[in-house]
């Protein structure tokens, strides 16, 4: 049977992010996507001038209450990109009515150690209870020092720094964590912490000076797809750092502008190899 996902994301028209990227991620996964627009924005925030965008906030309790009458059932609830605090209740109305499902935030707020301007202090204090009630969080090393109270600009010096934040992150509530993008020393990585298992995990990428906005959003997405399909933490997160890998190194042998996103569509086929996976390694 064919996995079903209700995306609560927002569409950037232009620039390779969020929804645009995850219904062909997942779908190559053989994940079925049913899109909850948050917002509409003719291209992502990130270099392209003034953005149109529209709040969609009054759509996501008529659309949840649509799919109740239907009695439409969905085994993943994934949430990124939010325009509001109400929208934060309206995700948790989502994990309520679907408590079987798989709950996973991407809790999408800051980036190099700056909020982004559309993440209001207010929506900062709600997203705690949001990644909370989740089953997995996917926060950057930005979005981690928030969630926990601290300097968004705050960089782990070490392991044990790194461990420690996966720790009082799932202590927070969330089963699953990982932080994406952690540099500590010489080392990049994105960690992860099972807390059932009590097991910290790392997988290592190589740095490249370029910076494309969605990638994220893609890591996520394969991570939730892997997951979805029954792989372990590691293994899930090695599958998304192998493909982004790919992505990003695709995309920047071109020498695309960088507004533009990852080359995705030149690299969807990795998606549906099942080759094992052993890049990661115990943190």
Same mark, same amino acid.
């Given at each position: 049977?064919?996995?079903?996902?209700?995306?609560?994301?927002?569409?950037?028209?232009?620039?390779?992010?969020?929804?645009?990227?995850?219904?062909?991620?997942l779908?190559?996964?053989?994940?079925?996507?049913? %899109?909850?627009?948050?917002? +509409?924005? *003719?291209?992502? @925030? #990130?270099?392209?001038?003034?953005?149109?965008?529209? =709040?969609?906030?009054?759509?996501?309790?008529?659309a949840?209450?649509?799919?109740?009458?239907?009695?439409?059932?969905?085994?993943?609830?994934?949430?990124?990109?939010?325009?509001?605090?109400?929208?934060?209740?309206?995700?948790?109305?989502?994990?309520?009515?679907?408590?079987?499902?798989?709950?996973?935030?991407?809790?999408?707020?800051?980036?190099?150690?700056?909020?982004?301007?559309?993440?209001?202090?207010?929506?900062?204090?709600?997203?705690?209870?949001?990644?909370?009630?989740?089953?997995?969080?996917?926060?950057?090393?930005?979005?981690?020092?928030?969630?926990?109270?601290?300097?968004?600009?705050?960089?782990?010096?070490?392991?044990?720094?790194?461990?420690?934040?996966?720790?009082?992150?799932?202590?927070?509530? %969330?089963?699953?964590?990982? +932080?994406? *993008?952690?540099? @500590? #020393?010489?080392?990049?990585?994105?960690?992860?912490? =099972?807390?059932?298992?009590?097991?910290?995990?790392?997988?290592?990428?190589?740095?490249?000076?370029?910076?494309?906005?969605?990638?994220?959003?893609?890591?996520?997405?394969?991570?939730?797809?892997?997951?979805?399909?029954?792989?372990s933490?590691?293994?899930?997160?090695s599958?998304?750092?192998d493909?982004?890998?790919?992505?990003?190194?695709t995309?920047?042998?071109?020498?695309?502008?960088?507004?533009e996103?990852?080359?995705?569509?030149?690299?969807?086929?990795?998606?549906?190899?099942?080759?094992?996976?052993?890049?990661?390694?115990?943190?």
């Open positions: 049977m064919i996995k079903k996902v209700a995306a609560i994301h927002d569409l950037s028209g232009v620039g390779r992010c969020s929804l645009t990227v995850i219904l062909p991620t779908s190559v996964m053989g994940i079925e996507v049913c %899109p909850v627009p948050t917002a +509409i924005l *003719s291209t992502h @925030t #990130g270099g392209f001038g003034e953005v149109e965008m529209r =709040d969609l906030t009054d759509y996501i309790m008529p949840l209450a649509h799919y109740k009458r239907l009695g439409l059932n969905f085994d993943c609830i994934y949430s990124g990109f939010l325009a509001s605090t109400e929208q934060v209740s309206h995700c948790l109305d989502f994990f309520s009515t679907y408590p079987d499902a798989l709950k996973v935030v991407d809790p999408v707020m800051a980036d190099h150690g700056k909020p982004y301007k559309t993440c209001t202090p207010e929506l900062r204090t709600r997203m705690k209870e949001l990644a909370a009630a989740a089953d997995v969080i996917t926060p950057n090393l930005t979005e981690a020092a928030i969630l926990l109270g601290e300097d968004p600009s705050y960089l782990p010096r070490s392991h044990s720094d790194v461990k420690s934040m996966l720790a009082r992150l799932s202590h927070m509530g %969330p089963e699953t964590v990982v +932080i994406t *993008s952690v540099y @500590t #020393g010489d080392e990049a990585y994105n960690a992860g912490y =099972d807390s059932k298992a009590n097991k910290y995990w790392k997988v290592p990428f190589k740095p490249i000076s370029a910076a494309y906005p969605g990638t994220g959003d893609v890591f996520a997405s394969v991570l939730t797809g892997a997951l979805l399909s029954g792989d933490l590691p293994i899930a997160m599958r998304a750092a493909f982004l890998e790919l992505a990003i190194m995309t920047f042998s071109y020498n695309t502008d960088v507004r996103g990852i080359m995705l569509e030149s690299c969807l086929g990795r998606l549906s190899e099942h080759g094992i996976m052993s890049g990661y390694e115990l943190l």
